[in-house]
């Protein structure tokens, strides 16, 4: 890759290439990512009194996002196969809907931003599979990373 070429998934003709991390020592890494599932105040009233007809919203969506977490180089195609060794899913109702926060850590080579995103979507993706019987109009807000640790270009903070 030339230095012209400032996108490292993109090789000197401009074709889509996986990184080469193979000389790269593995390293303590994290990332944190958000998102927000906006929901009327008839579902956030069932959300709190456990009353949607599916079931727990909130336990279902904390297991597909550390599932999807773990899942990430089979949904993104040039996404490296690294350990997801620590994976925790929130979600937290609030009187607008359910805020949703993804930390997840590794020991790898590469980060692990797009397996804390992906976390978040999927949990997102799962509150609204969960309560769209009770109201079609929920939407799906904000996802975005917050933070991470770790690798060559060191800690960031949104």
């Keep these: 890759m030339s230095s012209d070429q400032p996108f490292t998934h993109l090789d000197n003709a401009g074709a889509a290439r996986m990184v080469d991390v193979t000389e790269k020592s593995p390293t303590v890494r994290s990332a944190t990512a958000t998102g927000f599932v906006r929901c009327g105040p008839h579902i956030v ?7 949607t007809p599916k079931g727990d919203v909130l336990a279902v969506a904390r297991i597909a ?7 990430t180089p089979e949904l993104l195609p040039l996404a490296h196969v690294i350990g997801v ?3 925790a899913v929130d979600l937290d109702i609030t009187d607008d809907g ?3 926060e993804a930390t997840v850590r590794t020991a790898d080579r590469t980060g692990v931003e797009m397996e804390a995103l992906t ?8 509150v ?13 807000e904000q996802i975005r990373l ?6 060559k270009s060191g800690d960031w903070v949104r």
């Design 119 to 126: 976390a978040v979507s999927v949990a997102a993706l799962s």
């Design 128 to 140: 609204v599979d969960m309560v769209k019987g009770l109201d079609k109009s929920v939407t799906v």
């Design 45 to 51: 009233a069932a959300l709190r009194d456990g009353s």
């Design 146 to 151: 917050t933070r991470k640790t770790g690798g």
């Design 65 to 71: 996002g550390i599932a999807a977490a773990k899942r």
């Design 98 to 100: 359910v805020a949703i």
């Design 85 to 87: 060794h620590g994976a």
